[in-house]
């Protein structure tokens, strides 16, 4: 079992690029999710899908969107990069009833 | 709204001595969680314990156990006999409501363990 894996693990974009993190699980998770990480603070939810066709935003939603066409993959699409994007990426994923997120080793980001 | 505090942005402890960090919430929702999740300076996100808010008893995984008083919307967690290896970031967090979807995270508290 590989988890939950992401690529890339480092990018560095110019502002007004466009992007995609992507992230994969192999544990027929139903439920997955996007968060940031802006440096000294905690993770903020971007979006999360509770499965295959469904999404929706969470905290900072803005400047960014998913899609979710298979339970193994939830990627994440950067449109217009902007420096306040600059970011520490993680994917997440969790069984139905089992409260407890994996996460991936992370997207640093960085937007000049 | 909800909302996780943690106020100790960093915290000393000596080793094989015990430490508690400290994490308050705010929710309205009558089943929510608790979380506790470490990261160390390689990044990755480690979760080490879980409460539920209809647990009656504290939760305990190994060293790590959660301090939780309903009434004063506190989760505290409580780690014995620390080891040069528990120097991280630790960071609170609560599921909201009975799906759990959305998780947010408090800002974190920086753990130095000192040999």
């Known amino acids: 079992n590989a988890g939950v894996t992401q690529t890339p693990k480092f990018r560095i974009l110019k502002i007004g690029q466009s992007m995609t993190l992507q992230c994969t699980q192999d544990?027929?998770?139903?439920?997955m999710y996007w968060y940031r990480q802006d440096p000294g603070m905690g993770l903020k939810l971007i979006y999360y899908s509770v499965g295959a066709g469904i999404t929706d935003k969470g905290e900072v939603p803005n400047g960014y969107n998913v899609s979710r066409s298979t339970t193994e993959d939830f990627p994440l699409r950067l449109e217009l990069a902007a420096p306040s994007q600059t970011s520490v990426y993680f994917c997440?994923?969790?069984?139905?009833?089992?409260?407890?997120?994996?996460f991936g080793p992370g997207t640093r980001l960085t937007v000049t | 709204a909800q909302k996780i505090t943690q106020t100790q942005p960093g915290m000393f402890v000596q080793e094989k001595e015990a430490v508690t960090l400290d994490c308050t919430y705010d929710?309205?929702?009558?089943?929510?969680?608790l979380f506790w999740y470490k990261q160390p300076s390689s990044g990755e996100m480690i979760f080490l314990i879980y409460q539920g808010s209809y647990d009656e008893q504290n939760a305990t995984e190994g060293r790590y156990s959660l301090n939780f008083q309903k009434a004063r919307k506190s989760a505290n967690l409580v780690i014995s006999a620390s080891q040069l290896g528990d120097s991280a970031m630790y960071f609170c967090?609560?599921?909201?409501?009975?799906?759990?979807?959305?998780?947010?995270f408090g800002a974190g508290t920086r753990l130095f363990v000192k040999a």
């Open positions: 544990m027929n998770h139903n439920y």
């Open positions: 997440a994923s969790r069984e139905g009833q089992v409260y407890e997120q994996y």
């Open positions: 967090a609560m599921r909201e409501g009975t799906g759990g979807f959305k998780t947010i």
């Open positions: 929710t309205s929702d009558q089943s929510y969680g």
